[in-house]
């Protein structure tokens, strides 16, 4: 909602804080009774200015936003909006009466170009995880979690209440998580990389590289 038309694993200009409302029985048991999107920020209280304070510190140091992301964003989104128009994309189409062996290599170029792109998200997404670990403040993470089979129980929510939500709309965001990309590590992607390589090596006539073990 705040970044209309934005596409997918862009970088972040907008957070939110939320506020969990729970209440404990008399067995200490955790009930949640309610989530607020806009939590009150009032500090009649010290304590109320001492924790909510914190909360904030703590929320703008850890997601690292910086004053020119915003003209960064709007920058990219207009290059990239002048591109699809005049066509400039990376990728050239093919003509009707394309051979079989143009084919094979626009087809293996752009399945290039779509590892190398699934790569630099993974990359950064390291790199952003990396950052929050060492900024953590008084947060701590809950997802993702380090136990893999939460880990999938809570895919399988998400994935689901994102399929609920987004029926019907939004196709592109819906691309995305399905991409079967989406779930693959970084050492996975680079052996695909090696993989078009060969292949195109083969394609192009040259002699073929037997793939050498992954350190």
């Keep these: 909602m705040c970044r209309p038309g934005q596409q997918p694993g862009s970088n972040s200009v907008c957070f939110e804080v939320l506020g969990f409302d729970i209440i404990l029985d008399r ?18 209280q ?7 304070k914190g909360v904030l510190l703590n929320a703008l140091k850890l997601l690292n936003i910086r004053a020119s992301d ?22 050239k189409r093919l003509s009707p009466g394309s051979s ?4 094979q290599r626009h087809t293996l170029e752009r399945r290039k170009e779509e590892l190398k792109e699934r790569l ?17 403040g008084n947060y701590r993470r ?9 880990l999938e129980k809570y895919e399988g929510l998400l994935s689901t209440a994102f399929q609920t939500f987004l029926a019907g709309r939004a196709a592109s965001l819906q691309r995305e998580m399905n991409n ?11 052996d695909l990389l090696e993989q078009c390589e060969i292949d195109d ?11 050498e073990p992954r350190v």
């Design 180 to 190: 079967p990309l989406k779930r693959m590590k970084e050492e996975d992607i680079l």
């Design 46 to 52: 010290k304590i109320d200015y001492d924790v909510k």
């Design 100 to 103: 079989d062996w143009e084919k």
């Design 70 to 91: 915003k003209k960064k964003n709007l920058a990219k989104q207009k290059a990239e909006a002048q591109k699809r128009l005049y066509g400039q994309g990376s990728m």
């Design 142 to 150: 809950i997802y993702p979690p380090e136990d893999k089979l939460l």
């Design 120 to 136: 630099a998200q993974v990359r950064k997404q390291i790199s952003k995880e990396e950052y929050e670990n060492r900024h953590m």
């Design 27 to 44: 067995k200490l048991k955790p009930w949640l009774l309610e989530i607020n999107r806009a939590p009150s920020f009032g500090t009649d």
């Design 201 to 211: 090596e083969k394609l192009s006539g040259k002699s073929t590289r037997h793939r």
